[in-house]
DNA sequence: TCTGGGGTCCTAGGACCC
DNA sequence: TCTGGGGTCCTAGGACCC
């Protein structure tokens, strides 16, 4: 989906087409209040009583920005303060995760009734495997994903960009090639032209890190990185990650399209305001690790599962992060059960620098009936012994 | 004026078991 | 004094993605 974050703003704010805006920081009391005294007739929100980047003051990041923003510089995961230098006219929202999974169920909903075979990849991105609908052989694919874009757009109001490719891969490379509202088909046959001229960095996987490594060697596009022998990507990456790599630039992908899938973890973190120190911000700290443990809590039972590894994160103000985690016997969902271990796990962290940020985490998770199951045959010696 | 929140997967060492 | 080879589970950190 192209912007979506910021598309599904100008849904319910259509006053702001056009402007540059951009989507990052929680909701503060005056967004509530602007909300609130124009319940139901949101578009008639006069522009003065958005805030402008400019007055701006908490920490965070941009999530998303219109295209008028972007024509600015600004770019998603780019500090506010920063972004606010660039462009300090820009209108500012916060982010409203609830809105945007609503817009999300419905896009996927209007993908599967056309494409059922389709693997979820977040709120705002699928693989769709096509290769069983006749339809998709008629100009590559071009007439099924023009209908696809043309039906999001009918029932949300929402553009996206496709790419149609051989596999997850490439098609993930050629989902960008025509943003926004584009469509770029690409053949086995198109990748030295198409891919191989791409910088390291576009391969989905390749991240900051592995491109450094791989420019230290004077690897920059992927076309350089083809070139290299697959022994030599072994001997300097690693056998699974070279091997990875020396495969990503040939354009070799043989991940299926994932239909099912469960959680692994759920967890819940907050940036502090100010950074807090373990003894002298006690108390604040203490409510605030004890609120997001109800959070975590809330959210396994929502989903109905339980988890067996309690864990907990800390960023410290410079920024280093420390995790601590521990498995109990029986997978829980309780909050104070969490609170308790979670709290021992925090005994085990280094808390002598000022922290920035705290998290708890469940993982090991298991669906209710399984965790039921799980714990019955512990229980019964008798059971026990026969499994 | 730095740098969010919620995830997944991989690696590597140690404990422990057969 | 010199000490196997699997396998699984747990913990911690790190890279990466949306």
Same mark, same amino acid.
Not at 49 to 54: C, N, Q, V
Not at 113 to 121: L, Y
């Given at each position: 989906m192209d912007a979506f974050y910021a598309s599904v703003e100008l849904l319910r704010y259509p006053q702001l087409r056009g402007l540059p805006v951009v989507i990052g920081g929680a909701a503060t009391e005056q967004d509530r209040a602007r909300s609130l005294a124009h319940a139901g007739r949101l578009h008639e929100i006069p522009?003065?009583?958005?805030?402008? /980047? *400019?007055?701006?003051a908490g920490?965070?990041?941009i999530t998303t920005a219109t295209y008028p923003a972007r024509a600015f510089g600004i770019g998603s995961a780019m500090g506010m303060m920063k972004a606010a230098r660039l462009c300090p006219q820009a209108l500012v929202l916060p982010v409203d995760f609830a809105e945007y999974r609503r817009w999300s169920r419905r896009f996927k909903e209007v993908v599967v009734?056309?494409?059922?075979?389709?693997?979820?990849?977040g709120v705002d991105e699928v693989y769709i495997?096509?290769?069983?609908?006749?339809?998709?052989?008629?100009?590559?694919?071009?007439? /099924? *994903?023009r209908r696809l874009q043309q039906r999001i757009l009918e029932a949300t109001g929402l553009g996206c960009s496709i790419g149609v490719a051989p596999n997850k891969l490439i098609a993930k490379m050629a989902s960008e090639f025509e943003k926004p509202n584009g469509i770029a088909i690409v053949q086995p046959e198109d990748l030295q032209t198409r891919i191989w001229p791409l910088a390291c960095r576009k391969i989905h996987g390749v991240g900051p890190k592995t491109d450094a490594r791989l420019q230290g060697h004077g690897i920059r596009t992927i076309g350089e990185l083809a070139a290299r022998p697959r022994a030599w990507l072994l001997a300097h990456f690693g056998a699974a990650h070279g091997a990875w790599l020396h495969d990503a630039a040939w354009g070799r992908d043989e991940r299926p399209v994932v239909t099912e899938s469960e959680p692994v973890s759920m967890s819940r973190e907050t940036t502090f305001e100010r950074d807090l120190h373990a003894v002298r911000d006690r108390a604040l700290l203490g409510q605030i690790f004890t609120e997001l443990c109800e959070q975590v809590a809330q959210d396994l039972r929502k989903d109905g599962y339980l988890g067996r590894t309690i864990g907990i994160k800390l960023r410290y103000e410079d920024f280093k992060i420390v995790t601590r985690d521990h498995t109990i016997a029986e997978p829980t969902q309780d909050a104070a059960q969490i609170r308790r271990i979670a709290g021992l796990c925090l005994r085990r962290a280094p808390l002598d620098k000022r922290l920035r940020l705290l998290g708890v985490r469940v993982g090991s998770l298991l669906k209710g009936e399984e965790a039921r199951l799980r714990t019955n045959l512990g229980r019964n010696p008798h059971m026990a012994s026969l499994f």
């Open positions: 522009l003065a009583a958005f805030p402008r /980047l *400019a007055s701006y920490r965070g990041v009734s056309i494409a059922p075979v389709m693997e979820d990849r495997d096509l290769s069983a609908l006749p339809e998709a052989q008629i100009e590559g694919g071009r007439v /099924l *994903a």
